[in-house]
């Protein structure tokens, strides 16, 4: 029986393998863990940075976590409305295009 893939692993595989053993083992292994910030908050600081950097690749995966971890889709929503007058209309408009996919693919 062989071990389930990280999505790190699915994403990467073997073209950067210390790549991925940092996101398995520090990122998600070690910060995502920590006891200050619950996983819900932290899915809405990771979204809400992603967001602000108009990073819309890293999106759909941290929309679907932050979904896992508690956040609702008005939050989200809401979420983005408010950094529309603090990263930008576009980052915004980038960013709710996203969330209205992941809605409807569910």
């Known amino acids: 029986m062989t071990d389930a893939l990280t999505p790190a692993q699915k994403m990467i595989g073997d073209t950067a393998p210390k790549l991925v053993e940092l996101t398995d083992d520090v990122l998600f292994g070690d910060v995502w863990e920590r006891p200050e910030l619950s996983r819900r908050d932290r899915s809405l600081v990771t979204v809400a940075s992603l967001i602000a950097m108009n990073r819309v690749g890293q999106l759909p995966s941290h929309m679907r976590r932050a979904i896992a971890n508690g956040v609702t ?23 709710i295009g996203v969330l209205k996919e992941i809605e409807q693919s569910e």
């Open 73 to 95: 889709r008005d939050e989200l929503a809401e979420t983005i409305t408010h950094l529309a007058f603090y990263a930008g209309w576009p980052c915004a408009m980038g960013a």
